[in-house]
T-cell receptor, first 114, second 112 residues
Framework: DSGVTQTPKHLITATGQRVTLRCSPR?????VYWYQQSLDQGLQFLIQ???????AKGNILERFSAQQFPDLHSELNLSSLELGDSALYFC?????????????FGSGTQLSVL | KNEVEQSPQNLTAQEGEFITINCSYS?????LHWLQQHPGGGIVSLFM???GKKKHGRLIATINIQEKHSSLHITASHPRDSAVYIC??????????????FGKGTKLSVKP
C-alpha cells in the first residue's frame, strides 16, 4: 500500500458529461501529481500541485482542471468528456517535489466514456 | 521518434533466468525512474537514478549518462516479477520532479 488513495476506482459516464476524480496523498506529502495513461499515448504528466498552488503543467487539456485543497487532497475535474478521454488516471505524491524525491502512486481511477 | 525508448517491448522468461530491460533516451536528464505496473494497474516506483547503480533485493538498475542509457536487471526471476516495467525521465534544466517523459513499457512474463 503506497498510502495514496484515489477514488473512485472505476467511473463510467457519457460524452459531454463532467466528472471529478479525487486523490488523497500520503500523510505529510505536500506535492500531488496527476497522470493520464491511455492505450495510444501511454503515460503522460498532466499537472502538479504543491501545498495548494499549481507548480507545473504538462499535457493537460483546457477542458481539464485541478486543485489542491488546504487538507492537501486534490481533485481533477474533467469536463465536456469525449470518447478519447477514456483512460486510467493516476495521482502520485511526494514530500516536497524536490529533484531526488521518490514518487508514490495511487491505484488509479479507470474512466470509461461511452 | 519517442524521447524515451524501451526494449524489448515484450519479454518471456523462465523462472530463475537473469533478465535485462533497456531504456535509451535522447534528451538531457536530471533523473531516471524505473516503475513497475502490475496487471491490476497500480504503479510502484522501483528506482530513481541520476548516476551509477542501485540495488534492491534481486533488482539492479544502472545508468550511463554519457551514453543516455539505463538498464534494469532482475536476477533469479520469479513469476511474481511478471509486470510491465516502465522507464521515465525527468528532463534537465529544472522544473517539476513529477514532470516525467515515459517510455512505452516492457511487458515481462515469467513462466514457472
Amino acid at each position: 500500500d503506497s498510502g495514496v488513495t484515489q477514488t473512485p476506482k472505476h467511473l463510467i459516464t457519457a460524452t459531454g458529461q463532467r466528472v471529478t476524480l479525487r486523490c488523497s496523498p500520503r500523510s505529510g506529502d505536500l506535492s500531488v501529481y496527476w497522470y493520464q495513461q491511455s492505450l495510444d499515448q501511454g503515460l503522460q504528466f498532466l499537472i502538479q500541485y504543491y501545498n495548494g498552488e499549481e507548480r507545473a503543467k504538462g499535457n493537460i487539456l483546457e477542458r481539464f482542471s485541478a486543485q489542491q485543497f488546504p487538507d492537501l487532497h486534490s481533485e481533477l475535474n474533467l469536463s465536456s468528456l469525449e470518447l478519447g478521454d477514456s483512460a486510467l488516471y493516476f495521482c502520485a505524491s511526494s514530500v516536497g517535489g524536490q529533484i531526488n524525491e521518490k514518487l508514490f502512486f495511487g491505484s488509479g481511477t479507470q474512466l470509461s466514456v461511452l | 521518434k519517442n524521447e524515451v525508448e524501451q526494449s524489448p517491448q515484450n519479454l518471456t522468461a523462465q523462472e530463475g533466468e537473469f533478465i535485462t530491460i533497456n531504456c535509451s533516451y535522447s534528451v538531457g536528464i536530471s533523473a531516471l525512474h524505473w516503475l513497475q505496473q502490475h496487471p491490476g494497474g497500480g504503479i510502484v516506483s522501483l528506482f530513481m537514478l541520476s548516476s551509477g547503480k542501485k540495488k534492491h533485493g534481486r533488482l539492479i538498475a544502472t545508468i550511463n549518462i554519457q551514453e543516455k542509457h539505463s538498464s534494469l536487471h532482475i536476477t533469479a526471476s520469479h513469476p511474481r516479477d511478471s509486470a510491465v516495467y516502465i522507464c521515465a525521465v525527468r528532463k534537465g534544466g529544472g522544473g517539476s520532479q513529477g514532470n516525467l517523459i515515459f517510455g512505452k513499457g516492457t511487458k515481462l512474463s515469467v513462466k514457472p
